[in-house]
């Protein structure tokens, strides 16, 4: 199956604006692969962030927004507060089989 | 309030078996896909398997093919995992989840493999 490729940690200060990617090992990410992006919170189940690539959720706050970028899924935080402290992983699909990247640890500092 | 509430899991020996269970309230989980998810750990998301709505199509990942059945009971509103010929490295959370969009998560249940 294939990989998928995300940072594995990264820092932004708050108020400030920080891109999470995502890359498949297959080529590019398309709006076929129908890219997700979930949080999770220390010691939490994972919550919903974004599907088909930039479709946000009712509880999705605004300062969240997904695309793509140079190939891959992007996931950009503007305003970071420091209650979005936490892992944040992509999925893809390919077609029937899911893949998730192995998470990005987001520290608000 | 939307609620999925895993059960089934537990210690058990390598090569041993397990069933777990997902049933949904709040929600009905019969209109879409439904989703196993495992966490190792320490360690990140995992997907393992997808069911269909009517049962008819279901995808694994390729370390647990052959070994886990994916199944649903619309009438029940419930997800299971049977799990078989379970590995140490099978140690992990396992949470379900539907929706449209993976929208709704249950809080997970623990299997652990170990003699």
């Known amino acids: 199956q294939a990989v998928v490729t995300q940072e594995p940690s990264l820092t932004v200060s708050p108020g400030g604006t920080v891109t999470l990617t995502c890359g498949s090992s297959?080529?590019?990410?398309?709006?076929?692969?129908?890219a997700y992006w979930f949080q999770q919170k220390s010691g939490q189940a994972p919550s919903i962030l974004i599907y088909?690539?930039?479709n946000k959720h009712p509880w999705t706050p605004a300062r969240f927004s997904g695309s793509l970028l140079g190939g891959k899924a992007a996931l950009t935080l503007s305003g970071a507060q420091p209650g979005d402290e936490a892992d944040y992983y992509c999925l893809l699909s390919y077609n029937g089989p899911w893949v998730f990247g192995g998470g990005t640890k987001l520290t608000v500092l | 309030e939307v609620q999925l509430v895993e059960s089934g899991g537990g210690l058990v020996q390598p090569g041993g078996s397990l069933r777990l269970s997902c049933a949904a309230s709040g929600f009905i989980c019969n209109n879409y896909w439904m989703t196993w998810v495992r966490q190792a750990p320490g360690k990140g998301l995992e997907w393992v398997a997808n069911i269909k709505e009517d049962g008819s199509q279901k995808y694994y990942m390729d370390s647990v093919k052959g070994r886990f059945t994916i199944s649903r009971d619309n009438a029940k509103n419930s997800l299971y995992l049977q799990m078989n010929t379970l590995r140490a490295e099978d140690t992990a959370v396992y949470y379900c989840a539907c929706g449209g969009h993976a929208d709704y998560w249950g809080q997970g249940t623990l299997v652990t493999v170990s003699s």
């Open positions: 088909d690539t930039s």
């Open positions: 297959t080529g590019a990410v398309t709006s076929g692969h129908y």
